[in-house]
C-alpha cells in the first residue's frame, strides 16, 4: 500500500473531488447561468440568480451562528425562499428539517425537540404555530427566519428572510461537505406514534437523482410545475432537485388546486407533471380540462399508490401524448426505490415496475430469507440510496437494516422477472376470518364499477372477523351509485372473504398534503360500523 498523504494533501484532494447537493446548483449556473431556472408567481428567476441567492442566504444563517451539523426546521408551504433554503442550507453544511404544514403545535415541538434545531424558518400565516412548538420544545434564541407570502411584517423576534437572498455577499462559504455527512433529516409520518427522523445524505439524495434522470428520462429540457409539498421528498427530491441538478425549469405552486395546476401547465408551457392518483383524478374531474391547452405536456409521474387501472385508461385516452411512470419508494431510499415505465403501464397495470438503476430489490420472510416468485414477502433494498439511519434511534436502525438490506415495511409480490406488486403496509394487511386480504384488490374491482371517482378500503374491528373489510366510495360529480351496486358488483369478480362486509358513500376521501389517502383516519372514524 502506497504511503498516507499529508493531512493538507487530503483535504485537498477531498475539496477536488466534492460533489454534494449545493454544488449542484453552482454547477448548472455556471452551464447555464442565463437559462430560466424558478418561477414563483410574477418572480423568474435565472441560474445564476438562484445561485447568488443561495450563496447570501448561506452566509446570512452562518453570521447568525448556523454551522455545519447544526439543524434548521423550515416549515412552509411551496415558495421561492423554499428551495432557496433547502440549496442554501446545504452549501453550508447545516442540516435542514423540512416539517409538514399540516401538523399542530405539540408536533412540530416534538420534532424541534427531537431533532435538536437551532431554531425555524417558518411561512408568515404559519408563524403563531412555530411560536408555539418553540416554546413548547423549550428553544430559546437561535434563527427565527419570516417567509412574507402574505407580506405581513416580521412579528416581534422574527426576521425577514427577503433580506437574506437580495443582499450579502455573492460568494458561497466555503465548507468541506463529505459524502456522508447529513444534510437532510426528513421526519416519516406513516404509523408510528412518534415520527422518525430519516438522515439523507449527498450520496444518498444524488445516487437517488441519477436513477430519476435515467429511468425517468428527465432532461434540461424540461419545465416541471411542482405543487405537492416540497417537505416531501417526493416532490423535493424525485423533482425539484433533479431539476437543479439538471439546469431544467421549475415553476412552483403552493399546492395542487387542480384549476391553479391546469391553468399554470397552459400558460407556462409545462412539458412534466407529477402528481399523486388522487390528483390527477382530479384533473380529470375538473370542468376545465378539456377546455385548457394541454398539448405541452409530455411526461406524467405519479406515486404514493399505483393508478387504479380504469383511470389509467382514461388518462392515456385524453393525455394520449403524456407518457407516465410509477414511482415507488419511501423517504428512507431518498425515496426512490422501483420505477413502472412508459411502455409497461397497461400491460403490466398496478406493478410497480422494476428496480431502479441504483437499487436491488427482493422480498424476504420474516427470518430474511428470500421467498419464491409469486409468493408474498417483505419489500427489502440495497441501494447507495438509503439513508443513514434513524437520528438518535439505533434500536429502530438495526431493525430497520437487519440482516443488510434496509426493510421497507411493505408487503409485495415479485414475477420471475422481476416486476414488483406492493400489496400492502405489513401492518395493514387486512387479516379477516383467518384470511390475508389485499385492500389494493378490492380497490381495483371497486373501480371497475362505472360511476366511482375514488375508493379507499381498509379493515375494521369486527367480533367475527378479527376485521372486517370496509371500503368507503366517492361517486364522480352527477352518479347515482348506491351501496347495494357496490355490493352486487364486487359479488361478481371478489372471493367472498374478500368482499366489502361494509360500504360507505362518501363526498370526499381525507388525503394529506401529498395526496396520500389517510386510512388511519378511516378505520377511526367508521371504526363502530361492525357495532352498530
Not at 454534494?20 to 431556472?37: E, T, V
Not at 429540457?221 to 424525485?238: G, K
Not at 438509503?386 to 409485495?412: I, P, Q, V
Not at 389485499?438 to 374491528?461: C, H, K, P, Q, T
Request: some cysteine.
Amino acid at each position: 500500500m502506497p504511503e498516507p498523504f499529508t493531512a493538507d494533501t487530503t483535504a485537498a484532494i477531498n475539496r477536488a473531488r466534492q460533489h454534494a447537493i449545493g454544488d449542484l446548483l453552482h454547477r448548472s449556473a455556471r452551464r447555464d447561468p442565463d437559462k430560466l431556472a424558478v418561477v414563483d408567481g410574477t418572480l423568474r428567476v435565472t441560474y445564476v440568480e438562484f445561485d447568488v441567492a443561495v450563496n447570501r442566504v448561506a452566509r446570512a444563517l452562518a453570521d447568525r451562528g448556523l454551522a455545519k451539523g447544526d439543524r434548521l426546521a423550515l416549515l412552509s408551504h411551496n415558495c421561492w425562499q423554499y428551495a432557496v433554503l433547502a440549496f442554501a442550507t446545504a452549501k453550508l453544511g447545516v442540516v435542514l428539517v423540512p416539517v409538514n404544514f399540516m401538523l399542530g403545535a405539540d408536533e412540530i415541538a416534538y420534532i424541534l425537540r427531537h431533532s435538536g434545531a437551532s431554531g425555524i424558518v417558518a411561512e408568515d400565516a404559519l408563524a403563531p404555530t412555530a411560536e408555539q412548538a418553540l416554546d413548547g420544545a423549550g428553544v430559546r434564541g437561535g434563527v427565527r427566519g419570516w417567509i412574507p407570502l402574505s407580506g405581513a411584517a416580521p412579528g416581534e423576534g422574527w426576521e425577514d428572510v427577503d433580506g437574506w437572498w437580495q443582499h450579502g455577499p455573492d460568494t458561497a462559504p466555503d465548507v468541506l461537505i463529505a459524502d456522508d455527512d447529513p444534510l437532510r433529516l426528513m421526519y416519516t409520518s406513516g404509523t408510528e406514534s412518534r415520527p422518525k427522523g430519516v438522515m439523507l445524505s449527498s450520496r444518498s439524495l444524488i445516487s437517488q437523482y441519477v436513477s430519476c434522470v435515467i429511468d425517468g428520462e428527465m432532461a434540461p429540457d424540461d419545465v416541471e410545475l411542482h405543487s405537492l409539498p416540497m417537505y416531501h421528498c417526493a416532490q423535493l427530491d424525485c423533482f425539484f432537485s433533479v431539476d437543479v441538478y439538471l439546469g431544467a425549469t421549475s415553476i412552483i405552486l403552493p399546492g395542487p388546486d387542480p384549476e391553479k395546476l391546469l391553468a399554470t401547465i397552459e400558460r407556462e408551457r409545462v412539458s412534466k407533471l407529477f402528481c399523486p392518483p388522487t390528483v390527477w383524478i382530479s384533473l380529470l374531474r375538473h370542468p376545465a380540462f378539456d377546455t385548457t391547452d394541454l398539448s405541452s405536456l409530455r411526461k406524467g409521474y405519479y406515486g404514493a399508490s399505483p393508478i387504479p387501472v380504469e383511470v389509467l385508461r382514461e388518462l392515456s385516452e385524453r393525455l394520449p401524448d403524456v407518457r407516465l411512470w410509477n414511482f415507488y419508494g419511501q423517504t428512507e431510499m431518498a425515496p426512490l426505490a422501483t420505477i413502472l415505465r412508459p411502455h409497461e403501464q397497461m400491460p403490466r397495470a398496478g406493478s410497480a415496475g422494476r428496480a431502479s438503476i441504483n437499487v436491488e430489490t427482493r422480498l424476504v420472510d420474516d427470518d430474511g430469507n428470500p421467498v419464491a416468485p409469486g409468493e408474498i414477502g417483505e419489500i427489502v433494498h440495497r441501494s447507495p440510496h438509503a439513508a443513514l439511519g434513524y437520528y438518535n434511534d439505533e434500536e429502530k436502525t438495526a431493525e430497520a437494516f437487519r440482516h443488510g438490506w434496509f426493510h421497507s415495511g411493505d408487503l409485495g409480490i415479485m414475477t420471475e422477472d422481476g416486476y414488483l406488486s406492493v400489496v400492502d403496509r405489513k401492518k395493514d394487511m387486512i387479516k379477516t376470518g383467518g384470511e390475508n386480504v389485499a385492500s389494493r384488490e378490492v380497490e381495483e374491482a371497486v373501480y371497475e364499477l362505472d360511476g366511482v371517482a375514488e375508493v379507499a378500503v381498509f379493515g375494521i374491528s369486527h367480533p367475527h372477523w378479527i376485521e372486517a373489510v370496509t371500503a368507503v366510495v366517492v361517486p364522480k360529480d352527477g352518479a347515482s351509485i348506491t351501496e347495494d351496486d357496490v355490493h352486487k358488483h364486487v359479488a361478481g369478480t371478489l372471493a367472498g372473504y374478500k368482499r366489502p362486509k361494509y360500504v360507505v358513500l362518501a363526498g370526499e376521501l381525507p388525503k394529506n398534503p401529498s395526496g396520500k389517502i389517510l386510512k388511519r383516519e378511516l378505520r377511526e372514524r367508521h371504526a363502530d360500523l361492525a357495532h352498530g
